[in-house]
């Protein structure tokens, strides 16, 4: 059967930065290849590529993953209701999130009542929290909040009425449709309920350097500013540790789970197609243009890729790192390493294709400079924008077509 896949593969390099700490406070790695690997986690690029969403798509086809869920949720519920005050409506609340996910909904334990540890100052209120993160939807929010209005207006008790099955049958049905764009992409695993899980439609693997790496330590110091000229030497020194390199990121996306996931999030009258497209475009966007904010004010590692490549296959993703399991040795030309990682990528991504007959149906280049000249046969050369525009458009009359 014909699938739908989006590949995308990027080279990006990074210069003296810690994207991406361990527990040690230095720049995670891996051993890839028998050498050591600058290493950036799936999931901080995950993360990255999420918050790039807020300023691409509608906060309307987005979503919130928090503990606070009582808090979001009771944020609507006033909106609705403006009468009423957060703290009246936080037991209808947390009974409506408890019956949608099956959540332990708990208030919070406080060591002190007030501020500054001091047990005689009154307790400042707080909603009850979820014991761990809930991705939830801002449609579902939505749709939960004009349930708890209907609940507090019946004046019944919160327990009482989220005890009736119909009550909490339709909590549920919230809860499980109208996906945001970011629980279809990145999936959705509530422990206490498994019926409303998401599968994720997207995959992102740890993005690796294509050349080994030695860590490297800062040593700095921070002078008082209220010291003399009498009081020499520093306030602070310490160190921070870091790396530089030429990272091979990639991702792939079902476009057909993304579809599946996102059915339920149609508004009356709109192409399947649409939301489809949205995200696709956003996540093509989003993905190429973040960056992990691990120490950014430290290093200012602000850098763009030097080259993206897309492809839209028919059967399954396949990734192109082999082509640095031998990793990428600077020449004595001072080309760096960009100019031999593109060069190992168009040798390697043909004889792949070929070998297993698994020739993309479409591709798109997006390069930087003559560096990456050695890519240009592999599709056609396109800009940001169109490479935004045009993979979204395939993608919809893929779906188009299908259906």
């Not at 999931?43 to 928090?66: C, H, I, S």
């Not at 700095?220 to 020194?237: C, H, K, L, W, Y």
């Not at 192409?271 to 489809?276: G, T």
């Not at 003559?370 to 890519?375: G, I, Q």
Request: with cysteine.
């Amino acid at each position: 059967m014909s699938r739908t896949i989006l590949d995308v593969h990027i080279l990006q390099t990074v210069p003296p930065s810690n994207l991406n700490r361990d527990d040690t406070g230095a720049p995670k790695s891996a051993v890839y290849g028998g050498v050591r690997r600058s290493r950036v986690s799936s999931q901080a690029w995950k993360r990255a590529t999420r918050k790039a969403f807020d300023d691409l798509l509608d906060p309307a086809e987005l979503g919130v993953r928090t503990k606070k869920v009582v808090e979001a949720l009771a944020e609507r519920i006033t909106k609705l209701e403006p009468s009423l005050k957060a703290d009246q409506v936080w037991p209808m609340a947390a009974e409506i999130i408890q019956a949608a996910t099956g959540a332990k909904i708990e208030t919070p334990s406080r060591k002190s009542g007030g501020k500054d540890g001091k047990d005689d100052e009154p307790a400042v209120p707080q909603a009850p929290q979820s014991s761990y993160l809930l991705f939830l939807s801002a449609h579902q929010l939505d749709g939960l909040a004009g349930l708890a209005v209907e609940g507090i207006g019946k004046g019944t008790e919160p327990k009482v009425f989220v005890k009736d099955k119909d009550i909490k049958a339709r909590a549920k049905q919230i809860a499980a449709t109208r996906h945001s764009v970011d629980i279809a992409l990145f999936g959705r695993m509530v422990a206490d309920a498994s019926d409303i899980n998401v599968d994720a439609a997207a995959q992102v693997a740890h993005a690796l350097s294509v050349h080994a790496v030695d860590l490297e330590s800062d040593y700095f110091t921070a002078v008082d500013d209220q010291n003399t000229s009498a009081e020499p030497g520093a306030g602070m020194i310490g160190t921070i540790d870091f790396n530089s390199a030429t990272l091979y990121r990639y991702a792939a996306v079902d476009i057909d789970l993304l579809a599946k996931n996102l059915d339920a999030g149609l508004a009356d009258g709109e192409r399947a197609s649409e939301p489809v497209r949205r995200a696709v475009e956003a996540f093509i966007e989003g993905f190429a243009m973040s960056m992990p904010t691990g120490k950014a004010n430290t290093f200012g590692n602000h850098t763009l890729p030097d080259a993206v490549i897309v492809k839209l296959r028919s059967s399954r993703p396949v990734s192109f790192v082999g082509a640095f399991e031998k990793s990428v040795v600077q020449q004595d030309t001072g080309d760096g390493h960009v100019r031999a990682a593109c060069k190992a990528l168009a040798d390697h991504i043909p004889a792949v294709e070929k070998a297993f007959g698994a020739t993309a149906d479409r591709t798109w280049i997006l390069r930087v400079g003559e560096h990456t000249a050695d890519l240009a046969p592999l599709g056609t050369e396109v800009d940001l924008r169109p490479l935004v525009t045009e993979v979204g458009e395939a993608v919809a009359e893929r779906l188009g077509k299908r259906g």
